[in-house]
T-cell receptor
Framework: IAGITQAPTSQILAAGRRMTLRCTQD?????MYWYRQDLGLGLRLIHY???????GKGEVPDGYSVSRANTDDFPLTLASAVPSQTSVYFC??????????FGPGTRLTVL | AQSVAQPEDQVNVAEGNPLTVKCTYS??????LFWYVQYPNRGLQFLLK????DNLVKGSYGFEAEFNKSQTSFHLKKPSALVSDSALYFC?????????????WGLGTSLAVNP
């Protein structure tokens, strides 16, 4: 069982380019989340999805979009990357109790 | 407002000594409380949770945490620290049950265990 997989592991991106971070889970969890982690700021929720077909905004959604076409996949898209989006991005899914399980992360640098 | 506080940015402890990483919370309903650990360049790993029942919860790697409702705290403890316990620790809370499973996160505490 892989749990949560994320791709790519790391990426250097020119400002203004479009980028999709991929996230796949094999635990059949309904809820999924995207976070960014920045030094001193902890984890900040970007977008979430309580079930396939629905999404919601977290605390820092601007510049990001998500889709949830099925239970397993939850891609995060940066339509036009900016340097302030340089961060480590984590995808997670949660069970019915709210325990979240995290992927290994994507380290994104926007130049 | 819902919130989680980890009052110490860093905790230093000698190997073999007991360790405590503090967490306090504020929610309107019954709290579901969680601890996670993050090793360098890795994702967060679940350690333990409190939903209901016994106030002392045991988790992975010999860690335990005590739920204290009157002090709204959920401190993480280990009787004897290992150098390999050095990592970043996060406390999180969910405000009761229902469909909203989002967690409110603390900013993390860096634990350094010195040999």
């Amino acid at each position: 069982i892989a749990g949560i997989t994320q791709a790519p592991t790391s990426q250097i991106l020119a400002a203004g380019r479009r980028m999709t971070l991929r996230c796949t889970q094999d635990m059949r969890h309904n809820a999924m989340y995207w976070y960014r982690q920045d030094l001193g700021l902890g984890l900040r929720l970007i977008h979430y999805s309580n079930t396939a077909g629905t999404t919601g905004k977290g605390e820092v959604p601007d510049g990001y979009s998500v889709s949830r076409a099925n239970t397993d996949d939850f891609p995060l898209t940066l339509a036009s990357a900016v340097p302030s989006q340089t961060s480590v991005y984590f995808c997670a899914s949660s069970d019915l109790w709210g325990t979240q399980y995290f992927g290994p992360g994507t380290r994104l640098t926007v130049l | 407002a819902q919130s989680v506080a980890q009052p110490e940015d860093q905790v230093n402890v000698a190997e073999g000594n007991p360790l405590t990483v503090k967490c306090t919370y504020s929610v309107s309903g019954n709290p579901y409380l969680f601890w996670y650990v993050q090793y360098p360049n890795r994702g967060l790993q679940f350690l333990l949770k409190y939903i209901t029942g016994d106030n002392l919860v045991k988790g992975s790697y010999g860690f335990e945490a005590e739920f204290n409702k009157s002090q709204t705290s959920f401190h993480l403890k280990k009787p004897s620290a290992l150098v390999s316990d050095s990592a970043l620790y996060f406390c999180a809370v969910r405000d009761g049950g229902g469909n909203n499973r989002k967690l409110i996160w603390g900013l993390g505490t860096s634990l350094a265990v010195n040999p």
